[in-house]
């Protein structure tokens, strides 16, 4: 049996375009909310080595950057609800980590001595799978400038039927 034609989610439908003008589902409507910024210290924390405590610092310093950086934006544009604060921690996070790579990379060069020989390093590798993570933040948040066409900030239609006015 073939599966169900899946309708796109309200946000998605928005930001890919309406070209036959068909009414959109708008889902579920949650009370915008105010987030608490988390703490950094608890994602990455004061260990002993005190390589690694520079290197958490410096991701909770990017982490925390982020963090205010998207909150006020997202707010007016997306109109953020408490449950979102998950969804945005963990792409500050991804944030944190592909800087955390990135300066890795620069340091040692995509290339390292290895047990045999020269090798690839490792976090080539891994800021590969932190970018495709990053992409698809980017789209959900709609923090692209192509995920951004269509959207509408909230409070800014003329309908009055919203329940949270």
Same mark, same amino acid.
């Given at each position: 049996?073939?599966?169900?034609?899946?309708?796109?989610?309200?946000?998605? !439908?928005? =930001? #890919?375009?309406?070209?036959?003008?068909?009414? @959109?589902?708008?889902?579920?409507? *949650?009370?915008?909310? $105010?987030?608490?910024?988390?703490?950094?210290?608890?994602?990455?924390?004061?260990?002993?080595?005190?390589?690694?405590?520079?290197?958490?610092?410096?991701?909770?310093?990017? !982490?925390? =950057? #982020?963090?205010?950086?998207?909150?006020?934006? @997202?707010?007016?544009?997306?109109? *953020?609800?408490?449950? $979102?604060?998950?969804?945005?921690?963990?792409?500050?996070?991804?944030?944190?980590?592909?800087?955390?790579?990135?300066?890795?990379?620069?340091?040692?060069?995509?290339?390292?001595?290895?047990?045999?020989?020269?090798?690839?390093?490792?976090?080539?590798?891994?800021?590969?799978?932190?970018?495709?993570?990053?992409?698809?933040?980017?789209?959900?948040?709609?923090?692209?400038?192509?995920?951004?066409?269509?959207?509408?900030?909230?409070?800014?239609?003329?309908?009055?039927?919203?329940?949270?006015?």
């Amino acid at each position: 049996m073939a599966d169900p034609v899946r309708k796109k989610p309200h946000l998605q !439908a928005v =930001r #890919e375009g309406n070209p036959g003008k068909r009414a @959109l589902d708008e889902g579920l409507q *949650l009370p915008p909310g $105010d987030l608490e910024e988390p703490d950094w210290q608890e994602t990455f924390p004061t260990v002993k080595d005190r390589s690694r405590q520079a290197i958490n610092r410096r991701a909770r310093e990017v !982490a925390r =950057r #982020e963090w205010r950086r998207v909150v006020p934006v @997202l707010k007016h544009t997306a109109g *953020l609800a408490a449950v $979102d604060a998950a969804a945005l921690q963990d792409y500050c996070i991804c944030v944190a980590r592909i800087d955390q790579c990135e300066r890795d990379l620069s340091r040692h060069g995509l290339v390292m001595e290895g047990e045999r020989g020269m090798q690839k390093n490792g976090s080539a590798t891994i800021v590969s799978q932190y970018r495709a993570q990053y992409k698809i933040y980017l789209r959900e948040f709609g923090l692209s400038p192509s995920a951004r066409v269509g959207i509408k900030p909230p409070g800014d239609d003329d309908d009055d039927s919203d329940v949270f006015d």
